[in-house]
């Protein structure tokens, strides 16, 4: 059976409309689902009995169970979340002053394969479904300080471009006045580089939030720190985030794990300073997670420091990004794998 919250408005609407009722009773039922949170057709009491009925007939109101949580000392807090099949994912909610961002996982595991990640390291399962996305932000709300979700990054488990219907779904209903109510520039999707899915988002017309993960800034070393490199080329990639740039008139953010030995010492940042001038963009320097899985070391603070001031004296727009959660296994995947490697 589906699940309701798989559906925008209008889809609602039309069947609402179907059955013989006024469309109306849509915007209540997504105002059960989305403003009161609320579990059970049942309970939807400002509707008619019979649509009542149809409802608990045709469809369902899932929820995620809480397997695992845990929560750092500045205060972001992670959750394992387990799904109707039994699959496991995980969600975030990171914390700072006057607002609160939501992470969500697209997939249960991740082809790609990155060096730095723990996500794939079980294998790729399955998509998750824009029921199963939209679930995790209304958990993460009820979850959060005053109940409130500011924010919402598509950075947990998964490629959000390689499930490209279901998340833009998703968004769509995140974004609407009626559900979430968050703003397309408080939405950002992240993505390893899927150049067509790339390309296909430039097309949407949303004004939402890109964020590229680059890691490296010649093919050698991206390769081998992101394996999607040898399917889409740095020299392809940079070519679709020019063009992305400008046709939507908007910055892309690339994010850069610096990792010990293989991307941050002085020659790494001169390269990707020359792939990155003259671009309207900003880069997230982001000291990596130790995960031991994956045998990552984070670089010195002496060569961390060297390697942001560098890009800044090319006129790179780059941040220093303060790890969250490194004492609660915050890497993406992680805290997954520990749990599931019990």
């Given at each position: 059976m589906q699940d309701i919250k798989d559906l925008t408005l209008k889809e609602l609407e039309s069947i609402v409309k179907n059955w013989g009722k006024p469309a109306f009773h849509a915007e209540q039922i997504f105002a059960w689902v989305y403003k009161k949170g609320t579990q059970d057709f049942e309970q939807m009491n400002d509707l008619p009995l019979d649509l009542r009925k149809q409802l608990k007939e045709n469809f369902?109101?899932?929820?995620l169970k809480l397997i695992k949580s845990v929560q750092s000392q500045d205060r972001t807090e992670k959750f394992v979340l387990q799904l109707k099949d039994g699959n496991l994912i995980e969600a975030v909610t990171i914390p700072v002053p006057k607002r609160v961002t939501g992470c969500v996982s697209t997939q249960?595991?991740?082809?790609?394969?990155?060096?730095?990640?723990?996500?794939?390291?079980?294998?790729?399962?399955r998509n998750l479904t824009v029921g199963e996305i939209i679930d995790q932000a209304l958990y993460l709300r009820n979850k959060s300080l005053g109940k409130s979700l500011t924010h919402i990054v598509f950075m947990g488990m998964g490629?959000?471009?390689?499930?490209y219907d279901n998340v833009m779904k998703a968004i769509r209903i995140i974004n609407s006045p009626e559900a979430f109510h968050i703003g397309a520039r408080r939405i950002t999707i992240s993505t390893c580089g899927?150049?067509?899915g790339i390309k296909r988002l430039s097309e949407e017309g949303l004004q939402i939030e890109l964020s590229v993960s680059l890691h490296a800034a010649d093919d050698k070393a991206r390769t081998q720190i992101m394996p999607v490199n040898k399917k889409y080329s740095l020299q392809e990639l940079m070519l679709v985030c020019k063009e992305y740039i400008k046709k939507t008139n908007r910055q892309i953010t690339f994010e850069y794990i610096l990792i010990k030995g293989m991307n941050s010492d002085l020659q790494s940042a001169k390269n990707l300073s020359t792939i990155l001038k003259g671009l309207n963009c900003k880069v997230n320097l982001i000291p990596a997670n130790v995960v031991k899985e994956c045998r990552i070391e984070l670089p010195n603070k002496l060569d961390i420091l060297l390697f942001k001031d560098y890009l800044k004296s090319e006129g790179i727009n780059a941040i220093l990004r303060k790890p969250r959660g490194q004492d609660i296994e915050a890497a993406c995947g992680q805290l997954r794998l520990s749990h599931e490697n019990k």
């Open positions: 369902t109101l899932r929820s249960v595991g991740c082809k790609f394969g990155c060096f730095f990640c723990a996500s794939g390291l079980l294998g790729f399962k490629e959000p471009l390689d499930n899927i150049i067509p």
